[in-house]
């Protein structure tokens, strides 16, 4: 694996391993650690994030709009739905057995804008594979609804759609 130039927090975390649920390191926690680097001083709450209560209430309250859109979307597909690793995002998951990803997170925090991102990974051996695309990025949060489920149909139909073959080199795992 080629070395990262950086010496920073984010840099040794680009070195690491990283998988899916708590393990996983997608753009969502990469900027909230790029975040948390840059407010250094502020409250750190419990489940990581810097900053007060209510700066997480503004960013989060968008997806708080569109839980009952994605908790159905869930049910409908059996999928796995997860809240805020450490950052305001939602996660649909789901494995068959390629490990498939629908994350919708704060992109940027001041102009409150959201991105809709798919991955799909899979791990061989002592490496981890995965395809990944952004269905949607920078979208406001008043328009983060909008279209919502014919979105979340297009990833889940793009992420079906992409098998083991698809999947290039992420990174080369650790082993235990």
């Not at 049910?75 to 997860?82: C, E, F, Y």
């Not at 991105?115 to 008043?142: G, H």
């Not at 609804?145 to 999947?167: F, K």
Request: glycine residues 6%; proline residues 3%.
């Amino acid at each position: 694996m080629p070395e990262s130039k950086g010496t920073g927090r984010i840099a040794r975390l680009n070195r690491t391993q990283y998988g899916f649920g708590n393990n996983f390191l997608g753009p969502a926690h990469l900027a909230a650690l790029r975040r948390a680097d840059l407010l250094c001083g502020v409250h750190s709450m419990a489940n990581g994030f810097s900053g007060s209560k209510e700066d997480w209430r503004k960013l989060e309250s968008a997806l708080l709009e569109i839980d009952p859109t994605l908790e159905a979307f869930a049910d409908r597909h059996q999928l796995s739905l997860s809240k805020n690793h450490k950052w305001p995002e939602r996660s649909l998951s789901w494995t068959d057995p390629v490990r498939r990803l629908i994350q919708i997170y704060v992109e940027d925090e001041k102009r409150l804008t959201y991105d809709l991102w798919l991955c799909a990974s899979e791990d061989r051996e002592n490496k981890r594979y995965w395809k990944t695309e952004f269905l949607l990025k920078d979208v406001p949060a008043n328009q983060l609804a909008h279209g919502l489920r014919q979105n979340l149909e297009r990833g889940r139909e793009l992420l079906q759609s992409w098998s083991s073959e698809d999947l290039r080199l992420a990174t080369v795992l650790r082993s235990s």
